[in-house]
Each structure stands twice: as structure tokens, then as C-alpha cells.
């Protein structure tokens, strides 16, 4: 059974992954339901893929490297590329439109239970290289980014308590440094 989880730019491509399979791998198939290829085939878990920029390439979490870090490929399956190689691993990596910066949530020891970092080239981005965003808060909830918005000044994600319980999604903005609560739906939150 294959999952939909993103649609390139121009609209014409799906990723899509075998999620509840035990060998999860990375899928790539015109929005038309043909040209269906396998970008992943590895005894890795290979999930959470999104395009990158114009969709040329493809972002994914991977437990390649033997923890969850963030990867990329291109359309073609060529040119697989490990972009994070920070230890807690990568809990969702995001590029923004523009495809020059990764910001990708990675897990602490609690209370502040995760950390975001921002970061480019080259590739892995490990601690050294990236810049931390760590502990956003919004009271004593922890903020964790999932995805970036058109523009790139902001970074969405959820927000979990003291306890690790999601509460509610909210907006980052990059440049000011500061984090608001959209909502308290509860539903749509996962850690």
C-alpha cells in the first residue's frame, strides 16, 4: 500500500512511501497514475519524502546511517546524498523553496526534548555546521519544524509539553527568532 506525500511543483510527480510496511522505501509516479519507479530499494527505513526546490531531488528520512537522519536522491534514483549527521538523528528535515537551507528537528534529552537546527552546504550538516534554534518555545512547550512556507521566513511544526504531548501545531519565524500556537488540535499533532 503506498501513502502520498508530496506533489513536486509543476504538478506533474507524486512521491509516495510504503509506510506500514516493515521495508519502507521512497516511490516516485506521474500525477497522472503512471511512471511508477522505485527511487529507494534498501533493508533501510525510507519515509517522509518531499521535493526539493524545482523537484529535481528528493529529501527523505532514512535509517541508513543506522540512526534517522535526512537524505536526498535524485528523480532519477542517482546522487544519494546523507544532508544530516547530527547524533539524536533527524525527527523531519524540510528545505524551504528555494532549496539552499535544511532545517530539521532532532531529539533531546528532556526536559527540552527537541532542538532545531538550520543549515546548508555541505552536506552532512552536523552540529558545527548548522545553527541552532534550540529550545523554541511558546510558554513552556517545546517547538519541533516540520515544513517550510512558500516564502521561506517561516517554519511550521508542532508543539509538545514538558510531559512530550503534543499540543497544538505553530509557525517560526526565522528571522525574528520567535514562535506562536496556531491551535490546540491535538488530532493532527505526532511526535
Do not use: C, E
Not at 12 to 32: G, T, Y
Request: charged share 20%; proline share 6%.
Amino acid at each position: 500500500m503506498l501513502a502520498p506525500m508530496d506533489v513536486s511543483p509543476d504538478g506533474q510527480w507524486l512521491l509516495l512511501v510504503n509506510v506500514p510496511d516493515r521495508h519502507q522505501d521512497v516511490f516516485l509516479m506521474r500525477s497522472n497514475g503512471r511512471d511508477l519507479s522505485r527511487l529507494t530499494d534498501d533493508d533501510a527505513r525510507d519515509w517522509d519524502a518531499r521535493f526539493i526546490g524545482r523537484g529535481d531531488s528528493v529529501s527523505f528520512r532514512s535509517t541508513a546511517s543506522g540512526q534517522y537522519d535526512a537524505w536526498s536522491i535524485r528523480r532519477d534514483g542517482s546522487n544519494r546524498t546523507r544532508l544530516t549527521n547530527i547524533p539524536g538523528g533527524a525527527l523531519s528535515s524540510a528545505f524551504p523553496p528555494d532549496g539552499n537551507r535544511l532545517a530539521t528537528s532532532v531529539l533531546l534529552p528532556a526536559p527540552q526534548q527537541h532542538d532545531v537546527v538550520i543549515g546548508g552546504p555541505p552536506w552532512p550538516l552536523t552540529r558545527a555546521t548548522s545553527k541552532s534554534a534550540a529550545g523554541i518555545r511558546v510558554g513552556t512547550s517545546v517547538f519541533s519544524s516540520y515544513d517550510w512556507s512558500g516564502d521561506g521566513r517561516w517554519l511550521s511544526g508542532y508543539l509538545t509539553d514538558p510531559s512530550g504531548q503534543g499540543i497544538g501545531r505553530a509557525l517560526y519565524d526565522v528571522g525574528a527568532g520567535t514562535a506562536q500556537q496556531l491551535d490546540s488540535d491535538v488530532g493532527s499533532v505526532s511526535a
